[in-house]
Nanobody, 121 residues
Framework: QVRLVESGGGLVQPGGSLRLSCAAS????????MNWYRQAPGKERELVAT????????NYGDSMKDRFTISRDNAKNTVYLQMNSLKPEDTAVYYC??????????????WGPGTQVTVSS
């Protein structure tokens, strides 16, 4: 059973930092890319960051570059999102995501329940 569980969200002041974690289980974590998405109230879900299976390559949404860092620990089956210089517009529910391929034509997305990040003074 595939499971993704986020943690580390909370209330932080503008300019502050948070580190999110996503604990994964039920699949071979070290073989798949992992992603962080976020969804603010009234907005579509957007890609925050992605990391390859070995952690050797990362990509970020334009508004997150230079402030957010995605990383992973394959020994702990955990992916992280370090968020610095947080802004009120970063307020959203943050989701961990992966895509698992079961056949040539069947790829299934999995999501965690999300963790709320609120940036406010």
């Amino acid at each position: 059973q595939v499971r993704l569980v986020e943690s580390g969200g909370g209330l932080v002041q503008p300019g502050g930092s948070l580190r999110l974690s996503c604990a994964a289980s039920g699949f071979t974590f070290s073989t798949v890319a992992m992603n962080w998405y976020r969804q603010a109230p009234g907005k579509e879900r957007e890609l925050v960051a992605t990391i390859t299976s070995d952690g050797g390559s990362t990509n970020y949404g334009d508004s997150m570059k230079d402030r957010f860092t995605i990383s992973r620990d394959n020994a702990k089956n955990t992916v992280y999102l370090q968020m610095n210089s947080l802004k009120p517009e970063d307020t959203a529910v943050y989701y961990c995501n992966t895509l698992l391929r079961y056949s040539i034509s069947r790829i299934v997305p999995y999501w965690g329940p999300g963790t709320q990040v609120t940036v406010s003074s």
